[in-house]
Nanobody, 126 residues
Framework: QVHVVESGGGLVQAGASLRLSCAAPGRTFSDHAMGWFRQAPGKEREFVAA????????YYADSVKGRFTISRDNAKNMVYLQMNSLKPEDTAAYYC???????????????????WGQGTQVTVSS
């Protein structure tokens, strides 16, 4: 069982930065890929970024590539999403998810992640 709790959201102006954190306590954290997804009102949940067990693989949605960075610290059971140059279109609820995938694998598909947090809101004003 992997419990997931996000934090770090907030209201910022366009161009600002935020760092989201995801705590996933539990001894199985290190063998799960971790992903960040987001969902804006009236829209479907979309993939943002994902990272494999040992951080060997990181993958980003085109919309955030070059602006967002995903990282993890297996010793602390933490995953981070550093978000720079935020845009109003980044406004959404951001969700952290854990998925038991092969060692170097990541996935952009929500159904491949079995454990989800409650989400943290990010609002970017223009």
């Amino acid at each position: 069982q992997v419990h997931v709790v996000e934090s770090g959201g907030g209201l910022v102006q366009a161009g600002a930065s935020l760092r989201l954190s995801c705590a996933a306590p539990g001894r199985t954290f290190s063998d799960h890929a971790m992903g960040w997804f987001r969902q804006a009102p009236g829209k479907e949940r979309e993939f943002v970024a994902a990272i494999s067990w040992t951080s060997a693989t990181a993958y980003y949605a085109d919309s955030v590539k070059g602006r967002f960075t995903i990282s993890r610290d297996n010793a602390k059971n933490m995953v981070y999403l550093q978000m720079n140059s935020l845009k109003p279109e980044d406004t959404a609820a951001y969700y952290c998810a854990a998925g038991h995938l092969p060692r170097r694998a990541v996935s952009t598909t929500p159904s491949n992640y079995g454990y989800w947090g409650q989400g943290t809101q990010v609002t970017v004003s223009s």
